[in-house]
């Protein structure tokens, strides 16, 4: 246990303070069992470190932070750490990528039981389904997600807006949008920010280097499908390939409506399993799916269109520019999907909560398309400030 507070300390000391994530605020960090859920990259380490640091320093006797990928558990369990944890006056155990732990879920609920004075929080994998790995343990959690950096955390983290600066619900922007757009521009340039934002801006490391991050971007997805995903789901690597072909032919099409029985032909699998990697892709934030209003089983059907799942994805596997209307919508999606049901209607490119209408464009669309449709507007890229039901497109991404 030395070695791994020796880690959890130098860990502790080399966490940046400077930028936050939008859900550290929003977590109660006072319940007993906290699950922390979201893409790989997206900066849930980070988060737990900082919060830690803010609230106890550098060197807490009584808080420990273990990954559990950590080499400590080829020959230990967790269960034995918490016990010997809680028997020196450990209160806080926090856990790192608990999917790399394959008994993390019955473990995890017996140290709730044995132990009832051990706060825990845990992360893993935007597809662990604590529903499914565990009934028990899912009435005993409070689950969190976490997703990448929407545009207002970009220029937050770029230096370009303040810290105070809070997002704004969606019917504040429908509502608002010409004033509150009037005072943005009073304080940034959003456009060039945007543009950078849509190549390289979704995931906090980013700043690491910017000049190998699509590269990165690429990485991290192949990371996903090969070790998260097989850590979750029973699958073959046969499976894992067919799925990673899947999403390369993917993004050389979206936005795609999809032909199932022709895509199923392109992987060489069955229509089954296509539809099943196309829902590990959702899970695994990859792929974006929009779908017609449905309720039960109707659900499972085909999706209506595909998207990659950010503008990042477009760019890293793009040997061009990639085409500027797959980039607005798969922005204003990706956006939108955080807080609000996204689905497919043939009037529009999209129906938000299933009562607003948006048509997506440049600044040459017209209102036409929607002129007939009630809660219809246009989200206008290249747009500083809007008119009317013409809202700045870049406005989306101060949703959270």
């Not at 319940?31 to 470190?49: E, P, Q």
């Not at 070790?227 to 894992?240: A, G, K, M, T």
Request: net charge positive.
């Amino acid at each position: 246990m030395k070695q791994l507070f020796s880690a959890f300390y130098r860990k502790l000391e080399e966490t940046d303070m400077r930028f936050e994530r939008y859900l550290k605020s929003q977590i109660d960090w006072n319940n007993r069992l906290t699950a922390i859920t979201g893409a790989r990259g997206t900066g849930k380490t980070t988060m737990l470190l900082q919060h830690i640091k803010e609230q106890h320093g550098n060197n807490p006797e009584n808080v420990l932070f273990v990954s559990l990928d950590n080499i400590y558990f080829s020959i230990n369990n967790l269960y034995s750490l918490a016990d010997d944890f809680y028997s020196f006056g450990g209160k806080e155990l926090y856990l790192d990528e608990v999917h790399k732990y394959p008994t993390w879920a019955q473990e995890i609920k017996n140290i709730y039981d044995d132990f009832p004075k051990l706060k825990m929080v845990f992360t893993g994998s935007s597809m662990l389904r604590i529903f499914k790995a565990d009934a028990d343990l899912s009435r005993r959690v409070r689950q969190f997600q976490l997703f990448g950096l929407s545009f207002r955390e970009f220029l937050i983290f770029e230096g370009l807006l303040r810290k105070s600066q809070t997002p704004f619900s969606f019917e504040e922007i429908l509502e608002n949008h010409v004033s509150i757009a009037q005072k943005l521009n009073r304080e940034i340039t959003p456009l060039p920010a945007f543009q950078k934002y849509l190549q390289y801006g979704y995931y906090p490391y980013y700043q690491e280097d910017i000049a190998g991050y699509g590269e990165r971007v690429l990485q991290t997805f192949n990371t996903v499908m090969e070790s998260d995903l097989s850590n979750v789901e029973s699958i073959d690597f046969y499976s894992i390939n067919r799925i990673k072909k899947l999403f390369y032919i993917l993004s050389e099409m979206v936005p795609f409506m999809p032909n199932i029985s022709q895509l199923s032909q392109m992987v060489e699998v069955t229509r089954i399993s296509l539809m099943n990697y196309l829902q590990l892709l959702e899970k695994s934030h990859s792929v974006l799916l929009l779908k017609k209003k449905a309720t039960g089983i109707r659900q499972l059907v085909k999706p209506k269109k595909i998207y990659l799942q950010n503008t990042n994805y477009s760019y890293a596997l793009s040997a061009q520019n990639p085409e500027i209307g797959n980039l607005r919508e798969t922005f204003f999606f990706n956006q939108l999907q955080k807080n609000h049901k996204v689905t497919y209607t043939e009037q529009t490119d999209f129906c938000i909560d299933g009562k607003y209408y948006f048509e997506i464009g440049g600044k040459n669309k017209t209102t036409k398309q929607i002129k007939d449709l009630d809660n219809a507007y246009l989200a206008v890229d290249g747009l500083t400030i809007g008119f009317r039901n013409e809202i700045p497109l870049w406005l989306f991404g101060f949703l959270y």
